[in-house]
């Protein structure tokens, strides 16, 4: 059975980090393009970012671009989100996920997901 | 910032036929890029609805249904369940931003 499982989040003041994880299990972890996509409390889902499945490829939403950074430990097989100079508004729920058939297409499964506060 | 447009809300009485609009623009659903759907159960992750705009993954109950046509998408419920009562989410790819896009979201209250 495939599993995703984040953990990281907490609560952390604007302008500060936090490393989320994601520990995966059930499936070849190399092989597969992961993603990360959040959830602002009440509001939608929005997709934040995406990396190959060696890891060598990556992109992000605009607004987070710059400040965050996916990467991949595939020893590990763990998939990781750095946040650096938090804002409000990246609180959120954040969820780690595959995609089955690469960067253009499904989200399948996806993790219980993990919350991030940024405030003072 | 949601590139596809759903409808906020949706109603129907149990065992009816409900469906879920997702409209987007020539860059996503209009340039030929598959259409995915998604359910979120109230205080749970999404979960995989259709994928590949009309496809079932394993274990989801044939009411549900999708469809593509142009620059739009739809969901059809069909036989609503008290089960069903959740939100829904459109997702795809837009090739002008280069990043998969959600839509805007659409709950679902059984009456």
């Known amino acids: 059975e495939v599993q995703l499982l984040e953990s990281g989040g907490g609560l952390v003041q604007p302008g500060g980090s936090l490393r989320l994880s994601c520990a995966a299990s059930g499936f070849t972890f190399s092989s597969y393009v992961m993603s990360w996509v959040r959830q602002a409390p009440g509001k939608g889902l929005e997709w934040v970012s995406v990396?190959?499945?060696?890891?060598?490829?990556?992109n992000y939403a605009a607004s987070v671009k710059g400040r965050f950074t996916i990467a991949r430990d595939n020893s590990k097989n763990t998939l990781y989100l750095q946040m650096n100079s938090l804002r409000a508004e990246d609180t959120a729920v954040y969820y780690c996920?595959?995609?089955?058939?690469?960067?253009?297409?499904?989200?399948?499964?996806w993790g219980q997901g993990t919350l991030v506060s940024v405030s003072s | 910032q949601s590139v596809l447009t759903q409808p906020p809300s949706v109603s129907g009485a149990p065992g009816q036929r409900v469906t879920i609009s997702c409209t987007g623009s020539s860059s996503n659903i209009g340039a030929g890029n598959d259409v995915h759907w998604y359910q979120q159960l109230p205080g749970t992750a999404p979960k995989l609805l259709i994928y590949g705009n009309n496809n079932r993954p394993s274990g989801v109950p044939d009411r549900f249904s999708g469809s593509k046509s142009g620059t739009s998408a739809s969901l059809a419920i069909t036989g609503l369940q008290a089960e069903d009562e959740a939100d829904y989410y459109c997702?795809?790819?837009?090739?002008?931003?280069?990043?998969?896009?959600f839509g805007t979201g659409t709950k679902v209250t059984v009456l």
């Open positions: 997702q795809s790819y837009d090739s002008s931003l280069s990043g998969c896009v």
């Open positions: 990396v190959s499945g060696s890891g060598g490829v990556t």
């Open positions: 996920a595959k995609k089955p058939t690469g960067t253009m297409g499904w989200f399948d499964p």
